[in-house]
């Protein structure tokens, strides 16, 4: 199955918007991730990826070089659930980009399950990975560079049913904290130009989404938009926020979902 990809959704921003910014995105090398670094660094970023598979990586920066970006995209591997590991990370990115005023919490991952067998482990597992570590690297940017330089933008990346997804509890509270923290933020960092947004996306087909062994044009004939969404459908919201245009967006979370939580449950 080919993953699809919607280059129209890219093109409505002007190439160029972000120079002179300097972004950095986690669980950059595939998926929302990975369309969301390539189409900063095309917009004039200077863009680092981090994530745990370094082929991965590395194939998102070849991407963005044979695209011609202005800047070549920085990789450096990372879990970032470990707060060692971020600091390692975080210490790479600024020695050679000096700076970060665009963050796109973008790593994530779940399993499905009922709540009642999910155990501890596999509780904290998910919790540390959607909040945990979106917190952590959230505020180290923040006191490293965003709020010294008194200004930052903040895209974290939850996800949509959020009235309530079976076999999601982990991962749906998880991202209700995520989105609560984007709102607290907002209002605690304003004064220092940060301005914080989180996207709630529907199914964005991916290739982990096809992990779960669904049939997405069955999927995606149930959607209202009539199809699943892609990668580039949410990177070029994340766009949006990050340049000039989402300025007065602050504290929000956007639901993104081609109409997804407005139909849940799905019927037969």
Known sequence: MTIPTNPAALSVLADGCLEGRSALVTGGGSGIGRATALLLARLGARVAVTGRREEELAQTVQLAAEANSVH??????????????VDVMLDAV???????????????????????????????????????????????????SMIERGYGKIVSITMTPRRGLPGMSHSSAARAGVESLTR????????????????????????????YGLDPDMMGSK??????????????????????????????????????????????
Request: charged share 15%; with cysteine.
């Open 223 to 268: 959607m209202p938009t009539g199809r699943l969404q892609s990668a580039d459908d949410v990177a070029s919201l994340v766009g949006f926020l990050v340049s000039p245009g989402g300025d007065y967006i602050s504290g929000a979370t956007i639901e993104a979902d081609g109409g997804f939580s407005n139909l849940y449950p799905i019927g037969p």
């Open 94 to 144: 600024f020695a050679e980009h000096e700076f970060v005023d665009v963050l796109v919490n973008n790593a994530g991952g779940q399993f499905m399950a009922p709540a009642e067998s999910i155990s501890y482990n596999g509780f904290r597992a998910v919790t540390r990975l959607n909040l945990d570590a979106t917190w952590y690297v959230t505020t180290q940017v923040a006191s490293r």
């Open 184 to 211: 607290t933020l907002s209002v605690e960092w304003g004064k220092y130009g940060i301005r914080t947004a989180a996207i709630a996306p529907g199914i964005v087909h991916t290739a982990a989404w096809e992990n």
């Open 72 to 85: 070549p995209v920085l990789a450096v591997a990372c879990d970032v659930r470990e707060p060692e590991n």
